[in-house]
């Protein structure tokens, strides 16, 4: 009974986080705000035998009854940012707030091309004569745009009001800024173009990639593929047969620098 007690409120369950751009969202707010949890990684092919939805992540809430899954990186988000109001997970202010959920909100269930085309590898590297359709040229400017009018929405409302700006899309970091780290690692990836990127868009960029979290968290995956449990052949290679795109992996040094 005492060390049940003594355990974290929350669980996480989930999939290997360097191919599972849902499973990133939610550790990432996890480990960015410092929440205490536990976690079972379990294998792609076995989520079922946990999840009665046939989807990954869930959270399980001690205090709620543990036959209470969450499922879903959104809804898991914010139940945890309404159990924690003190850590602000959405920004304070309410203007920034509805900002920031409509942005999350946009990258949860747009931005299809991307997530189609270009599967979620967070250490893969693609050079070459990458494939990349008109539509998701036009996916990529999407998100450049969005960066960089959620930048400048957010400096222009904290000199309104004098807050803190930390450089993350809505000042501090927030869930909006966890749902759009695992889309940075598929431009990196792919190679993707940046081409018309604003400052605005490159700073929030360099500062997501240099955040001692978030650099702490791009280790872990490398961690995670010295496990051959967490090897997906399908996600590796996608472009195999390809002569013209050559498949590697970067290096754990790698930093990122503006264009």
Same mark, same amino acid.
């Given at each position: %009974? ?5 355990? *974290?409120?929350?669980? @996480? ?10 499973? =990133?969202?939610?550790?990432? /707010? ?5 929440? *205490? ?5 379990? #294998? ?42 003190? @850590?602000? @997970?959405? #920004? ?10 409509? =942005? ?18 967070? @250490? ?7 494939? /990349? ?6 996916? /990529? ?51 993707? *173009? ?10 929030? %960029?360099?500062? %997501?990639?240099?955040? #001692?979290? %978030? ?12 496990? *051959? ?13 390809? +002569? ?6 970067? #290096?754990? +040094? ?6």
């Amino acid at each position: %009974m005492a060390d049940q007690q003594n355990q *974290p409120d929350y669980h @996480l369950i989930g999939t290997f986080t360097r191919y599972s751009s849902w499973t =990133a969202r939610a550790e990432t /707010v996890l480990e960015y705000f410092q929440i *205490p949890y536990t976690k079972d990684i379990v #294998p792609l092919a076995e989520v079922r035998t946990v999840s009665h939805s046939g989807l990954a992540p869930l959270l399980k809430c001690r205090s709620l009854g543990t036959d209470i899954p969450l499922h879903d990186s959104l809804s898991i988000c914010e139940f945890l940012a309404e159990s924690n109001p003190q @850590l602000n @997970l959405w #920004p304070h202010d309410r203007q920034l707030r509805a900002l920031a959920r409509s =942005a999350a909100a946009e990258m949860h269930s747009g931005f299809s091309t991307l997530r189609n085309n270009f599967g979620t590898n967070f @250490l893969a590297r693609y050079t070459g004569n990458i494939p /990349v359709s008109e539509q998701a040229r036009s996916d /990529v400017r999407r998100l450049l745009t969005l960066w960089d009018r959620s930048r400048k929405a957010t400096k222009a409302r904290l000199a309104e009001i004098g807050g803190k700006d930390e450089g993350f899309l809505f000042g501090g970091f927030s869930i909006a800024d966890a749902f759009f780290w695992p889309v940075l690692w598929r431009l990196r990836t792919y190679n993707l *173009p940046l081409d018309g990127a604003s400052d605005e868009a490159l700073a929030w %960029m360099a500062t %997501m990639w240099n955040d #001692p979290t %978030m650099k702490r968290l791009g280790h872990s995956y490398y961690r995670q593929a010295e496990l *051959p449990e967490s090897h997906i052949e399908h996600y590796e290679d996608i472009f195999r047969g390809h +002569d013209d795109v050559q498949y590697g992996r970067f #290096p754990e +040094d790698w930093t990122f620098v503006i264009p």
